[in-house]
Every structure is written in structure tokens, then in C-alpha cells.
């Protein structure tokens, strides 16, 4: 999809305001019109792709849309492309919804032109080489990121049964390996791809044989396996295609039902609220129920639809100690006790727990980073520029646009190289870390001006306890290692002890003037 708004002559799409009806946006090069979508409300995505495709009859335009999810304005509603990947995190399908905007369909002619050609095939070449000598990228490629699911539960990040343990010994029926053998037939690439992880499926065996489904990435496996006690692969991929049709993150939609089910099991949700839904870890067919009344806000879904936070809020009881989010998102699939690093990247990330703003499990275990030796993943030592620093990195990578899926194998002045080649703009090392800092320190005002304060970088009670089992049994993340960490943050990034960039870290960074103007009216 994005290939093609590229080819069409665009670097982004913004769309102002809200259609007073259903509608779908088609852009073909210069031409960009509107379309009734009357007939698509109420599709799911997979449907929607296939109807906008045949209406344009035109198998090439690319598609991204929402689903009954995103219609209904479920906070975690996600835009599906065409439509086997996602966008899933923060509710960006609701955000279509709320415009009435059902789909964008996209074609382009105008081909895309780079500064240096013959350099940029080069240095193109040179990244194909790096990813073919990667054994991480290669390991992706054959079974795309459930193969970090015995790393995870080995070390206690697996979200169990709502991440009240971390380890789990169904892991086993629930890796890889299982998942090859029992659904998938066959991988597929993105455009231009070399690593093809992506796999195409088809359920053999069970309730749901004969499905014909994507793989379960990491995420999935942990927020809907795992923390749902489902450990039936065939349960999984369905659950998963499921989610996707109807628009619907995997992370949130494992995070909201988990805890619902472990608030039904203590008695704090009563009968009627479930109307007779036999809600259960592991009840595979009472989870698909339930997923099907999110996104439509039927029944208990309309309750979980606004996400856990809102959930618990509703419910009281002191249900919040156990509803799983950090800054209002539902956490993902490696839970921070046992990694200072990871709690403190959730902590601090622009959107709340998200695995995708910093990830420094990997530097934590292996006990270096590139600046040296780093402290093991519970000591509290370093992690505040480790985690600044790769939340820096990540920054200026993803200003790229680039797949977290080739990140590991390619090395970063590749990338700059790439950047250089493409764009005319030759960065050192120290200069791309400094887009990706002025990058984080302007989304730092953004949320400052919008009523973010740093008492929200706190984590549930659930988190507080000590895991019970595993290899990290009484590990726990505390209010006193929050405090220090965050201490050791705010130093790192030159920001004052409220988490506030000074004007001294502005004026270095060359934005010091946008304080003003950003904090106007407010």
C-alpha cells in the first residue's frame, strides 16, 4: 500500500474532518475523489478489499480499510492493507470510523525517482547480502517472530492467564514448530521483500478446519494463546484471522478478555453481565463469542470495547490492579518484571506500553550494548541511556519507514548509506541519533500540551507482584525501581525531574523556538 501512495506522487495522506455519511477515498495519481461506501459499511476487511477492488476493477490498486470494529468505534480497532498486515496499535480504525471513512484505495503510475541510482542499487545489494548472512533474519524468515516465543517464556516475559505468571509449559504446543506442521503451507513477502515471513495457511484439523488463515506472529501467539490459556495452534490462527476480519488488535483483544475473564473467575463481573457466555481461560469458543461482541459493543464487548483501563474504571472493585495496561495501552507480549529496560521503555513510550518504541530484552540478556556492558535485564544499572539511546535509534529508523522485521539485519550505516543514496542527505552516526532525539523530545511536548504529566508513568499492581515461577520467580517491578529509572531517564535525555525537556536540550536540538507556538493557548 504504501508503495503505491509513493508511485502516486504522495508522501502521506491526511483527511480533515468527518463525511456525512459512509465513504471511500480513491486516489489514482492526481486524481483523488470520494466514493460512496454505503455498501461496504458493515463488511469485514477481508470483504471490503475485495468489493473496493471489484467496484474500481482494478486488481492493483492497493487497499486499506476498517472493519465492524472501527465502524463501532472500538478504541482498539486497527486498519487492515490489503488485507493480510496491519496497522493494530492505538486505535487508528477508530479514528477512520469516527470520520466515516471506510477505506482508501490507492493506484500510481508516476514511478519514484532517488538521487543517486546506480549508488542506491549498491547499497540496495549490499542489504539483500546482510539480510541473506543474518541467522536472526533467517530464523524470521522461516518462522517469522513466534520463533522468540522459548526465548520469552523461558526467561518469564510470556503473558500468562493475564499475566499472572510469565512462563508457561504449554509453551512447547504452542511454538513454531507446531504452527509449521499444523496450519501453514506456504510464506509470501511484502513488496520488494526479501525475508518473506509471512505466511499463508490453512486450519487441517478441528472446529475450525479448513479456515484458511495467516500466521500468528509473537504478539498474537502471547496475548491470545498465552494469556488466554489457548493453546491449540488451530484456536490461535482462528482467533487471529478473526481479529483481523473484523478489525481488531490482537494485543488489546488478549489484554481486554483475559481480563475479564480473570474478573468473572474472582466474582467481580456477575452472570448477567456475560449473559450466560461460559467465560473461561482456554474456552476457545467463548473467546470467539466475546471477540465478535467487541467489535459489534454487544453485551460484555460493549464494556471491553473502550479497553481495559476504561473497563476497570466501570467495573471498580479494585479490578484496575489487575487490568494490564501502562498509559492506557494494553501491554504487549513481554511483561517488565524481570526487565528494568522494557518497564522503563513503557513507561516513558510516546503511546503508552508499546514493544516497538524500545526493546532492550535483546541487549539486557546478551550484556553488552554498543557503548559497553550492560547490567542484566533486573538490576536497575544503565537502563536510562540504554533506553534513551535506543528509543533515539528506533526514532530516526523508523522516520525511514522501514520493517522492524529487517532491522536486525541490516546493519544502521546501511541504512544511512541507503538514506544518502536515496535522498542526497549523508548523516553521521551522530547526526541521524540526533533526528531520532529531536524526534522524541518534540513528541515529548506534544504530549506534555495535551495533558500528559509524569504521574501517568506508573504500571498496574499486577506488575508489582513477584512472579511466581520461571527463572525470573520474584522479580517484580516496583514503585521504587520506577522512580529510579526514571530518574536515570530524565537525566540521560536532558530533561527535568517532571520529565519536561529543558530549553538548554531544546536550544541543542535546533527547536527550541517551537516551545512557544506548540504551547499557544494552552
Known sequence: FIQEVKYAGYDAIVVIGKA??????????????FRDAAHLWGLDTYETCSSVKAGLGDAMSR????????ENLVKFAL???????????GGLGAVFGSKNLKAVAVRGDKGIEVAYPESFNEVVSQA??????????????KYSSVSLLPFSNELGFLPVRNFQDGSTPQAESMNAAAHESRVW????????????????????RGPYAGAICDNVEYESVGLIGGNLAVSSVEAMAFINQTCDKLGLDTISTGGVIGFAIEAYERGLIDEASIGGLPLSFGDHKSILELIHQIAHREGLGDLLADGVVKAAERLGNGTSS???AIQGLETPAWGPRGSAGMGLAYITGDRGGCHQRGFPIGYETSGSWPKGEMADGWRLDGKGELVSWEQNLLAALYSLTICEFGRSGISYDTYRSMLAAATGLSLSEEEFLLVGERIWNLIRLFNLREGWTQDQAGVPQRFKEALPSGV????????????ALL????????????GRPTSRTLGRLGVDELMEPLFEGK
Open 322 to 324: 489487575f487490568a494490564c
Open 185 to 204: 503451507m506456504r510464506h509470501w513477502a511484502c513488496a520488494g521483500c526479501p525475508i518473506h515471513c509471512g505466511k499463508m495457511g490453512m486450519i487441517k
Open 20 to 33: 456525512y455519511s459512509p465513504v471511500y477515498l480513491v486516489i489514482s495519481d492526481d486524481r483523488v475523489e
Open 487 to 498: 530518574e536515570q531517564y530524565n537525566a540521560a535525555r536532558g530533561w527535568d525531574d517532571s
Open 79 to 89: 486498519v487492515d492493507f490489503e488485507p493480510h498486515r496491519q496497522a493494530g496499535r
Open 128 to 141: 539483500h547480502k546482510e539480510l541473506a548472512d543474518s541467522g536472526d533474519t533467517q530464523e524470521f524468515a
Open 472 to 483: 525470573m520467580k520474584g522479580h517484580a517491578f516496583s514503585d521504587e525501581d520506577i522512580a
Open 63 to 70: 487497499v486499506c480499510c476498517i472493519g465492524p470494529a472501527g
